[in-house]
């Protein structure tokens, strides 16, 4: 269906496209202000609908917080697959690559996702940490799958808990990244690359 405004017709926005749009206004909003600060009514103003029909979507501002996290999660999980049978020192460099350009093209998504972890909200957070344990398992397992990795796992339990760690400096350096630092993509994807092999090799 389309509205016809000053001569102008513009075409209705499906569900899932409305949907993405007002995911889109929050993964800004949350990404410049506290969870606190940031009101439903500035989401609807923005978007340019009611107040009454964002709560159509997502019934609480915690639920609408949550989607954001998760939308951000998911574009991030997608982004950074592994490729089968390809090795994994071969998949860093343009993983990270992939990865890097995604943070720069989707900053305030990032951000946003990120800050979820501060948030009071304990469902919130546990959406936070489901994402960031998502992350964690799928580079666990590229690597496992790994003939040169592969037999690091082997009698090691602290190889989790690295890459765990990993995650956490990642996500430091990338912040601190798009808070102007005076590094190159280049020198970011290189210093995160040699972190990882770092933590993980003998």
């Known amino acids: 269906m389309a509205a016809n405004q000053g001569g102008r017709t ?9 949907r993405e749009q007002l995911l889109a206004v929050g993964a800004r909003l949350f990404s410049e202000s ?4 940031v009101w439903i ?5 923005i978007a340019g609908v009611s107040r009454g029909l964002l709560y159509h979507y997502f019934p609480t501002k915690r ?6 996290v998760e ?3 998911e574009r991030m999980l ?4 592994a490729v089968p049978g390809v090795p994994v020192r071969e998949q860093l460099s343009a993983g990270l690559d992939t990865f890097l350009e995604y943070v720069q093209d989707h900053a305030h998504g990032y951000r946003a996702f990120h800050r979820a972890d501060a948030a009071g909200d304990q469902a919130v957070r546990k959406v936070y940490q489901r994402a960031l344990a998502a992350q964690e398992e799928q580079i666990l397992a590229a690597m496992a799958a790994d003939p040169e990795f592969g037999p690091v796992f082997e009698g090691r339990r602290d190889v989790r808990i690295a890459v765990r760690g990993w995650l956490a400096f990642t996500t430091a350096v990338c912040l601190e990244w798009l808070r102007g630092s005076e590094l190159s993509r280049e020198q970011v994807r290189d210093l995160c690359a040699r972190a990882l092999l770092g933590v993980v090799t003998p």
Do not use: G, I, K
């Not at 513009?10 to 409305?18: F, I, N």
């Not at 639920?63 to 954001?68: K, L, P, R, S, T």
């Open 41 to 45: 009514e500035q989401v609807a103003e």
């Open 71 to 73: 939308r951000e999660s």
């Open 34 to 37: 506290p969870y606190d600060d």
């Open 10 to 18: 513009r075409r209705r926005l499906s569900t899932e496209e409305r």
């Open 63 to 68: 639920d609408f917080f949550a989607a954001v």
């Open 78 to 81: 997608r982004m950074t697959a």
